[in-house]
């Protein structure tokens, strides 16, 4: 899968390019049991990533009369946290590689990234009225992007690293 172009649903068979608007979102994956939960963000059961079963989410930037920048994996059922994360985690590892940064997470979980070129993928938990586990795909721009190219000195490598701890910081609250 060439993941800076976009990402393939296996079940519906469905490519989905990033960039695309809420009207061609919805021309892909008419039929195939879609919901409409807010303006900038839908819903799908489907099967990706060669066998993962979870449920995924388009979001739009902006929210209204805006295009695909992220995806958000997750499940309607949580009964096991340990094993969600996972499997997860393995599939997503078995797609992309081993994440490109790892630190201490919250609920004993790690945080992962992937800063993948265009494309950063996260996967964390954080308490939000209980442990909340979230893994997503967003793609960003050239600017925002904290992968260090193999030629950048090692000053740079830190300073993106710092971004990325702010980033942790930031998404689970701290």
């Not at 979870?54 to 958000?72: A, S, T, V």
């Not at 340990?82 to 499997?87: A, M, P």
């Not at 190219?149 to 993106?160: F, L, M, P, T």
């Amino acid at each position: 899968m060439n993941i800076q172009e976009g990402f393939k649903i296996d079940e519906p068979g469905i490519f989905i390019p990033w960039g695309i608007d809420e009207h061609m979102l919805t021309q892909k994956l008419n039929g195939h049991g879609y919901n409409h939960v807010t303006t900038g963000y839908y819903t799908i059961s489907c099967k990706s990533l060669n066998g993962l079963n979870c449920m995924l989410g388009f979001h739009f930037e902006p929210r209204k009369d805006g295009f695909l920048n992220e995806l958000e994996f997750f499940r309607t059922d949580y009964s096991d946290p340990g094993k969600s994360f996972t499997e997860f985690q393995s599939y997503f590892e078995a797609e992309f590689g081993k994440p490109t940064l790892e630190a201490n997470g919250n609920e004993g979980f790690k945080n992962y990234a992937w800063n993948l070129d265009t494309v950063q993928i996260v996967h964390y938990v954080f308490d939000r009225f209980g442990p909340e586990e979230h893994m997503r795909i967003k793609k960003i721009n050239k600017s925002e992007s904290t992968t260090t190219a193999k030629s950048k000195r090692a000053d740079s490598i830190k300073r993106n690293d710092n971004i990325v701890t702010n980033l942790w910081s930031r998404l689970i609250g701290k």
